[in-house]
């Protein structure tokens, strides 16, 4: 197991090669607040003062520190002169002849030999990002240490929890760096070291608050109790160290941190470490051999070590995953261009299936939220068409009046003794033009649903075609142009459908059975007509004698046209029975053209519009855009695409690397 930690390093340094945070490893995150002791108790893990000091906030940029475990000096040139050392292994030190030294990640084959160096490279790199004033910045700052003297860890020192701005932080910096600290310990693959000085209340340690937030049930928890030498006279931690006052799954580590005298003096921490174990053994004799600084560092190695354990099989499942998504992403942005002509035709081809296979519903990307393609045309056939059609009153805006002064207009100066059949048809074609309207309004949607399907084709079955922004824009175009020029030709066909029907009002029509029927009535009728003739002719011969207005006095002109129409009268029997028949008649016939022009319309729209760009689309886009002086600039990458696919690969080949580091760990060693 004590090869684990390495192997996250390893793993870290991988995906810090492409920039990209997608896996979150398991790390210690050290979380404090400001001047709570955080530098002090990493300093004395490593053994060495390397870390910025000074009032205020000092910690400005996450620190991630990985602890590297080497062989003394002497025993690494006894490898060298043996021939010891491979050269290919995961850290070659050949060649170094320091006994401890550091490197940063922004400084490439430099080693700091010289830990005030380490320190000095710090305070600047952090400047660089934060500014000399405070200001802090989430660009972490990459440290390898490597020492005989230290144990493998991976830690994150992380800015101190403040209240009160300084300098030219800004007003909300105590959320900004609650932010930071909770973006770092939110990972669930992360154990949190939390530090509170014992000379203050656990009940109001900002750390605590921060760690239960994330971490309710203290799982991923450890407290370090800092400052135990400054407790007030009488005071001791004891309740505390034992958990008696907040428990914590992962225990609680009490430490004796170097004053600012022993800072100023230079005093070693081999020194400190000695006077830390002599105070806990005063102290705190029953709790001295399970605290201080050793065994701290023992301690997180352990956890972190048995937390790698319990989280590589997630690890390993991630790699996996991501290795096949990011494959099937860089296949998507394709292989840069070599054979234009190919390429071009390749394109278009697919487009104008895919185009096709979206009509007919076999397209390989079908959606669920909404009808598209065919299955959209469909509905406007069948359900928006239709249903419109149905909703068509056939004697809807004719009145009886109207009907009356169609049948008298049909007759000129001679009295009906029968409905003029002119009438019939006047009226009817009347009705039959309010078809025309619903049915262009069919094709309209048609077409619109057509070139919906164009941005269907071009954004979810065609990501090739995303690769080239100008040749996308041309089949658009093209196509576009395409469905512009049918749409007209289609609504002339359409409007001729129902030009037709007006054309010749069929009375034969086979369907049309009430004109017999009507017909039947009619001839019943005129023979009660003649047996009473003789009664309208002698009724006729009192009117004459007494005029149609009465008697008016003689001398006295009477003007026909300034007599009143009446607006509203009661009909006689036989101008209810006129009506009647010319009613039945006209919605009877249009039902029947009803029928014909709901059958006729889709076909029409299906063979000059749907079907005529599915079988010249390809066609039309090879025409238009196949030209070599074209092909040049239509197949020109965009930026952005080029970019995604270097920045894929390089995310391909981490990922490849990470997948082999994972399994080059066997199982034995997990146990």
């Known amino acids: 197991m004590d090869t684990l930690i390495p192997v996250i390093n390893r793993l870290q340094e991988v995906f810090l090669t492409v920039g990209a945070?997608?896996?979150?490893?398991?790390?210690?995150?050290?979380?404090?607040?400001?001047?709570?002791?955080?530098?002090?108790?990493?300093?004395?893990?490593?053994g060495r003062d390397f870390l910025p000091?000074?009032?205020?906030?000092?910690?400005?940029?996450?620190?991630?520190?990985?602890?590297?475990?080497v062989p003394p000096?002497?025993?690494?040139?006894?490898?060298?002169?043996?021939?010891?050392?491979?050269?290919?292994?995961?850290?070659?030190?050949?060649?170094?002849?320091?006994?401890?030294?550091?490197?940063?990640?922004?400084?490439?084959?430099?080693?700091?030999?010289?830990?005030?160096?380490?320190?000095?490279?710090?305070?600047?790199?952090?400047?660089?990002?934060?500014?000399?004033?405070?200001?802090?910045?989430?660009?972490?700052?990459?440290?390898?240490?490597?020492?005989?003297?230290?144990?493998?860890l991976t830690l994150v020192d992380l800015p101190g929890i403040t209240k009160v701005p300084v300098g030219d932080q800004p007003e909300d910096i105590e959320a900004q760096v609650q932010e930071m600290i909770l973006s770092f310990i939110?990972?669930?693959?992360?154990?949190?070291?939390?530090?509170?000085?014992?000379?203050?209340?656990?009940?109001?340690?900002?750390?605590?608050?921060?760690?239960?937030?994330?971490?309710?049930?203290?799982?991923?928890t450890l407290l370090v109790v800092s400052k135990l030498d400054l407790m007030d006279a009488g005071t001791d931690a004891l309740e505390v160290l034992l958990g008696r006052v907040i428990p914590v799954r992962l225990g609680i580590v009490g430490v004796v941190n170097r004053s600012q005298h022993d800072i100023n003096t230079q005093k070693s921490l081999e020194d400190c470490a000695r006077?830390?174990?002599?105070?806990?053994?005063?102290?705190?004799?029953?709790?001295?051999?399970?605290?201080?600084?050793?065994?701290?560092?023992?301690?997180?190695?352990?956890?972190?070590?048995?937390?790698?354990?319990?989280?590589?099989?997630?690890?390993?499942?991630?790699?996996?995953?991501?290795?096949?998504?990011?494959?099937?992403?860089?296949?998507?942005?394709?292989?840069?261009?070599?054979?234009h002509s190919a390429t071009f035709l390749q394109i278009v081809t697919?487009?104008?299936?895919?185009?096709?296979?979206?009509?007919?519903?076999?397209?390989?990307?079908?959606?669920?939220?909404?009808?598209?393609?065919?299955?959209?045309?469909?509905?406007?056939?069948?359900?928006?068409?239709?249903?419109?059609?149905?909703?068509?009153?056939?004697?809807?805006?004719?009145?009886?009046?109207?009907?009356?002064?169609?049948?008298?207009?049909?007759?000129g100066p001679r009295p009906a003794l029968f409905v003029p059949e002119v009438s019939f048809e006047l009226l009817v074609k009347r009705q039959m033009k309010r078809l025309e309207e619903p049915s262009l309004r069919c094709v309209e949607l048609v077409h619109e649903e057509l070139q919906r399907i164009i941005q269907h084709c071009s954004s979810y079955s065609t990501q090739e075609l995303l690769r080239f922004p100008k040749l996308h824009d041309s089949i658009v175009e093209v196509v576009t142009s395409l469905l512009r020029k049918r749409l007209p030709i289609t609504n002339e066909m359409v409007h001729n459908l129902v030009a037709i029907e007006l054309a010749y009002i069929n009375t034969k029509h086979p369907d049309f059975t009430d004109a017999a029927q009507v017909s039947a009535s009619v001839?019943?009728?005129?023979?009660?007509?003649?047996?009473?003739?003789?009664?309208?002719?002698?009724?006729?011969?009192?009117e004459k004698a007494v005029g149609p207005f009465g008697s008016p006095s003689r001398g006295q002109a009477i003007n026909l046209l300034d007599t009143a129409v009446p607006a509203s009268r009661k009909l006689t029997s036989r101008e209810q029975r006129d009506c009647e028949v010319i009613q039945r008649l006209i919605k009877c016939y249009f039902l029947i053209v009803r029928k014909s022009i709901q059958d006729s319309v889709p076909k029409t729209v299906m063979h000059f519009l749907v079907n005529f760009v599915k079988e010249h689309l390809q066609s039309e886009l090879v025409g238009r855009l196949y030209k070599q002086p074209l092909l040049q600039e239509l197949l020109i990458e965009s930026q952005d695409t080029a970019q995604q696919r270097t920045e894929v690969a390089q995310m391909m080949e981490a990922l490849r690397k990470a997948s082999n580091i994972i399994s080059e760990i066997r199982e034995t060693h997990l146990w």
């Open 21 to 46: 945070d997608v896996i979150q490893l398991p790390q210690i995150v050290v979380v404090g607040s400001q001047s709570s002791g955080k530098s002090s108790v990493l300093e004395s893990l490593v």
């Open 275 to 339: 006077d830390e174990q002599a105070f806990l053994q005063r102290h705190y004799p029953s709790l001295a051999s399970r605290c201080g600084s050793r065994y701290l560092g023992r301690t997180l190695s352990r956890l972190l070590m048995h937390h790698i354990r319990d989280c590589l099989p997630e690890l390993k499942r991630r790699v996996t995953l991501l290795s096949s998504q990011y494959q099937a992403r860089l296949g998507d942005y394709g292989q840069p261009v070599e054979d």
């Open 186 to 220: 939110s990972n669930p693959n992360s154990l949190i070291l939390s530090v509170s000085p014992a000379n203050s209340d656990l009940a109001t340690s900002d750390a605590l608050k921060l760690a239960r937030e994330v971490d309710p049930d203290g799982r991923r």
């Open 350 to 411: 697919k487009f104008a299936s895919d185009y096709c296979n979206t009509i007919e519903g076999t397209g390989r990307h079908i959606q669920t939220t909404e009808l598209c393609g065919g299955a959209r045309i469909c509905y406007i056939f069948h359900e928006t068409f239709g249903r419109t059609l149905q909703s068509i009153d056939p004697l809807g805006g004719l009145t009886e009046l109207d009907i009356l002064t169609a049948i008298r207009n049909a007759t």
């Open 523 to 542: 001839n019943s009728q005129q023979a009660e007509g003649l047996d009473g003739g003789k009664r309208w002719k002698n009724e006729g011969t009192e």
């Open 53 to 69: 000091r000074g009032s205020g906030i000092v910690t400005r940029r996450p620190l991630v520190l990985q602890l590297i475990n």
């Open 73 to 152: 000096l002497e025993e690494r040139k006894q490898q060298e002169n043996g021939n010891g050392v491979k050269q290919n292994a995961p850290n070659n030190f050949t060649g170094i002849k320091a006994e401890e030294w550091g490197t940063f990640l922004h400084c490439k084959n430099e080693i700091f030999a010289d830990f005030q160096e380490i320190r000095k490279e710090i305070e600047e790199e952090t400047e660089r990002s934060s500014g000399g004033n405070k200001g802090i910045s989430p660009e972490p700052i990459y440290l390898k240490i490597f020492s005989p003297k230290v144990l493998n």
